[in-house]
């Protein structure tokens, strides 16, 4: 849930990065803490295998300033891909504002984009969360490569819901020596970058549907935890 700290006049907020094994999760992490000045930030944490793959989560903290009075701060979590930390994605699922799933547009990818997109579903039950009562965007990743399949065929498959979406590409960052692939979210059309901007003001401007947690004057801003999605 949101938290409301009027002591320090500060709002917080929990979107998780979920999605299939290399869909690009930590990548739009990466991303985005590369592209947001140094004040605006805190430093990221990943905890990762040698191949880059998420072992546990990653976690960014940003500062996007004052609405309405009140500062306003984003903590960004992914979930590990591979299905065997399952007992982890629960976990950092727990709490979640919103969701965005990157789902991967490669043509052998469908499958594991539908396994992932009911493993979300059904952990968000176990936590008593209907997939409709969560902000949700979805993001089809890798548009770039050649196997690529068409936009419209990924959503009909994958977006039973109707909910946002839009298309995301590599970048090579020149600055590593290992040249990885950055999901570019400056690479969408104007629309579609609208919407996931959109998407991201509704998991702010949602807390009213949701239930709201109050912090005591006395009580520091809490750390937040994460939570998951399915589709009936």
């Not at 976990?91 to 499958?111: C, E, P, R, Y």
């Not at 509704?202 to 009213?208: F, K």
């Amino acid at each position: 849930m949101v938290l409301f700290n009027y002591a320090t006049k500060e709002i917080t907020a929990k979107i998780v990065y979920y999605g299939p094994g290399l869909c690009g999760k930590t990548t739009n992490l990466q991303f985005i803490y590369d592209s947001l000045p140094s004040n605006n930030k805190s430093k990221m944490l990943s905890l990762a295998t040698k191949t880059d793959r998420t072992l546990f989560f990653d976690f960014l903290p940003l500062d996007l300033g004052k609405i309405r009075g009140m500062r306003t701060k984003l903590q960004l979590y992914t979930v590990p891909g591979q299905v065997y930390y399952n007992s982890t994605r629960q976990l950092v699922l727990k709490g979640a504002d919103g969701i965005v799933f990157v789902a991967d547009s490669q043509d052998h990818a469908i499958d594991a984009n539908l396994e992932s997109l009911q493993n979300l579903e059904d952990n968000l039950k176990r936590q008593g969360v209907r997939i409709r009562e969560i902000p949700l965007v979805l993001q089809y990743n890798k548009r770039d490569l050649s196997n690529a399949l068409p936009s419209a065929s990924i959503d009909a498959e994958v977006n039973k819901l109707g909910v946002p979406h839009f298309d995301s590409m590599g970048w090579k960052d020149p600055s590593r020596s290992s040249a990885r692939s950055r999901s570019s979210i400056r690479s969408c059309p104007r629309k579609r970058a609208h919407t996931i901007r959109s998407g991201m003001r509704t998991t702010i401007s949602s807390p009213m549907r949701r239930p709201i947690r109050r912090l005591p004057s006395t009580t520091p801003a809490a750390p937040r935890t994460s939570r998951s999605f399915r589709l009936n």
